[in-house]
């Protein structure tokens, strides 16, 4: 038996075998090889497998999650089938090179060429050439695919996990998260909780292969990860995690009843996404509304933009089935933590503070018309709202609604049925806090996201997991910026909500009362237990 350390996102208990994601890498070497043609028969078998991998994930997806998401794969299966691309692989072998090294070179060129290209679309086949070569590659070198090879579910241990590989994860194979590295506010973490994962961060663990399949506990009350624990702690675990579902359950008679404290204050708590198949668990916990929907989930995982039809059908899908219930859908929040090849951001010395957000729909305004016109066409369907993220100005307000207008205006001659919808904008940067005054005169609500406005007053990278105990979240300086944002929407006649996770601590609920706030967006695994704080007071 072996205890570790880590910081706990979320207060459970797990019991579970161990699996170790890990990210096999694979450094090309480039080598003379005697025998071309023997070579060049080595690539071709390695592409005949790189194309069964391909229709069977093709066909897995297709059964998953539709058609839409499937026809990447596809794609890829006829991208292998491209002359160009093969004869220059065959060239470099021809000249003497190992396939592994032809690949790579070919990989490069195409890539190079791609991402060159001015057309959106085209820039995007640039992570698809990659995508497609490390998978021949992968195999030439003999290396197994990433994902959750069992059937039961794991415990997933890794060094550390991005929001796009976390979302990637098929999540009835999971029933915790423990990585060495990553913090408590970061987005991964943030998900974890979303899916009611009693999970760890910056843990104090030696990954290694002898992990795997070791029966462990993952206590997030006390942070410790348990590996292989003595039979007697084992079972007084196994005890503990019932009764955490008990208690869980003891929380379900709170479904139907008001968000009212004993002196009749009420407040309006609704819960947070990141993806369509969210909307479930957001109905199960019998939340008000969605207060924030993370857009920017549609655009992870994948190789190439989200179209507006995509993005078109997945908006429909959540305000249909919220039926007319409040959905504020966030416009992509992509940059900092969530990147994604196809963007081609270039890389930079201090994401968190650069080209992200609002910053990148304003500047690549067909990116955001795109998203715009799929959430304005579905607001037909449900009651809409939007809100834009990393707010610092007025005048990038006034820009966005140029451009919102234009959008309605175009729809409309297109003959596109739409309904009002209300424009927001988070409160996430100290600016934005300090000129909420101005601010509000301008939009229909502001939404508070304390994770970046905390990380932004504090100066502490919501990333490092060093600076876990700099990182006060009751500090007072942001708790005077919120009371201050609460007080300036107010004299302007706008609602203001909280839409970071610091709206589902409970220490601070009454304070949030206290203040005047409007609504607590929360994951929807917090909602009951925001509802019972709410109704303790
Ligand atoms: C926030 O910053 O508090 C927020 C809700 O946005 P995100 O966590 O996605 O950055
Ligand atoms: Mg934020």
């Not at 996430?428 to 601010?439: F, R």
Request: net charge negative; aromatic share 8%.
């Amino acid at each position: 038996m072996k205890t570790y350390i880590g910081k706990s996102v979320l207060k459970g208990i797990a019991v579970g075998r161990i699996y170790w994601y890990h990210k096999q890498t694979y450094e090309v070497v480039k080598t003379q090889i005697a025998d071309s043609a023997q070579e060049q028969k080595r690539f071709e078998d390695a592409v005949e497998t790189a194309k069964e991998q391909l229709v069977s994930l093709y066909e897995d997806a297709l059964k998953n999650v539709g058609e839409d998401h499937a026809m990447i794969f596809e794609i890829h299966r006829m991208m292998l089938e491209d002359a160009d691309y093969l004869e220059t692989i065959a060239q470099v072998i021809e000249e003497g090179w190992n396939a592994e090294y032809a690949v790579e070179t070919a990989k490069e060129q195409f890539a190079e060429m791609f991402a060159a290209m001015d057309d959106e679309y085209m820039k995007a086949r640039a992570a698809d050439i990659k995508d497609i070569s490390q998978r021949v590659i992968r195999i030439l070198a003999g290396i197994r695919e990433d994902g959750i090879l069992t059937d039961e579910p794991v415990i997933v241990v890794a060094d550390d996990l991005t929001p796009s590989e976390t979302v990637k994860m098929d999540k009835n194979k999971i029933l915790a998260f423990v990585t060495v590295r990553g913090s408590s506010n970061s987005h991964t973490a943030i998900l974890a909780r979303s899916m009611n994962l009693p999970s760890l961060v910056n843990t104090n663990l030696e990954l290694s292969e002898e992990l795997n399949g070791k029966v462990a506990v993952v206590d997030g009350f006390s942070g410790e990860f348990i590996v292989e624990p003595q039979e007697e702690l084992l079972n007084e675990m196994i005890r503990r995690k019932n009764q955490w579902i008990a208690d869980l359950e003891a929380l379900e008679q709170l479904k139907g009843k008001d968000n009212v404290t004993s002196d009749g204050r009420r407040i309006n708590l609704y819960a947070n996404i990141g993806k369509v198949s969210d909307v479930d668990a957001v109905l199960n916990a019998d939340a008000g509304g969605i207060g924030l929907f993370r857009s920017e989930f549609l655009y992870l995982g994948r190789n190439e933009f989200p179209s507006e039809e995509e993005q078109f059908k997945s908006y429909k899908e959540v305000l249909e089935k919220m039926q007319g219930k409040k959905v504020i859908i966030r416009t992509m929040d992509i940059g900092a933590d969530k990147k994604v090849d196809y963007f081609n951001l270039e890389p930079e010395e201090n994401p968190a503070l650069g080209y992200r957000a609002i910053r990148i729909c304003l500047d690549r305004p067909e990116i955001f018309i795109t998203q715009l016109r799929a959430i304005y066409r579905a607001s037909a369907y449900g009651t809409a709202a939007i809100m834009f993220p990393m707010i610092v100005s007025v005048a990038e307000i006034k820009r966005i609604k140029e451009i919102v207008e234009q959008v309605k205006e175009e729809l409309k001659v297109e003959g596109y049925p739409m309904k009002d919808v209300e424009l927001g904008i988070m409160i996430e940067t100290p600016a934005a806090a300090v000129i909420s005054d101005e601010l509000a005169k301008e939009v229909d609500f502001f939404s508070i996201g304390t994770n970046d406005l905390t990380q932004y007053t504090l100066a502490v990278d919501r990333q490092n997991q060093k600076l876990e105990s700099t990182c006060d979240t009751h500090h007072p300086a942001v708790l005077k910026l919120i009371e201050m944002t609460v007080k300036n929407g107010h004299k302007e006649g706008i609602w203001v909500g909280i839409c970071g996770e610091l709206a589902a601590d409970t220490e601070l609920t009454e304070t949030f009362l206290n203040m005047g706030v409007d609504e607590l967006s929360v994951s929807a695994s917090s909602v009951l237990k925001v509802r019972k704080a709410i109704r303790d007071i």
